[in-house]
């Protein structure tokens, strides 16, 4: 019996194995606001990936809106987090978050120290076939300080996501490093 082996060719022009290609990275530094805008519509799906996130208030936390999007009812969804006994959901939203508590949050509660990096914020948001015009799942896994969430969701509307902005539940400010992915 003779071993056979295969060498793969590796296409230097591929995106990667999952066919994501990096659209763009904000870095933010103490800000108040972090949008995605003019985004391409040129994939099946988005996915948001967010690392070494911290803020400057260790009990609030970040959700997102789409396309700037304030109308009630459009973002339909429910989370649950870790430890915690039921399913929270929300029909009549602006956002992808309530205030009232981190299991909501898609950045939940993070530390507010550059150095303690397992208590930052990480993690991922997929909204799928963001140009059709129905309404888009989304869903997320995410972490925070002590809160980890996942969550799933409709953004109820027509229009193609062009825009994607975290929205701030407190007052407090976020670094880190945000990516934004098509995916083909």
């Not at 949050?105 to 909204?127: E, H, Q």
């Amino acid at each position: 019996m003779s071993i056979k082996t295969i060498t793969p060719t590796i296409n230097a022009s591929a995106v990667n194995v999952a066919g994501e290609t990096l659209i763009a990275t904000i870095t933010p530094s103490g800000a108040t606001a972090i949008s995605f805008t003019n985004i391409p519509q040129l994939y099946k799906h988005l996915k948001i990936v967010f690392n070494n996130v911290y803020q400057s208030s260790t009990t609030d936390g970040w959700g997102i809106r789409l396309n700037s999007d304030a109308t009630a009812s459009r973002h339909v969804y429910s989370t649950r987090g870790i430890s915690v006994s039921l399913i929270q959901g929300d029909r009549t939203n602006t956002t992808f978050f309530s205030a009232s508590n981190q299991t909501r949050l898609i950045v939940p509660g993070t530390t507010n120290l550059s150095s303690t990096y397992d208590a930052m914020g990480r993690g991922t948001f997929t909204i799928y076939r963001y140009t059709e015009s129905a309404g888009k799942f989304c869903e997320w896994v995410t972490n925070g300080d002590v809160w980890t969430v996942v969550g799933h969701g409709n953004y109820e509307s027509t229009s193609p996501i062009t825009q994607i902005d975290f929205i701030r539940s407190g007052s407090q400010t976020v670094t880190g490093v945000f990516h934004l992915y098509g995916i083909a």
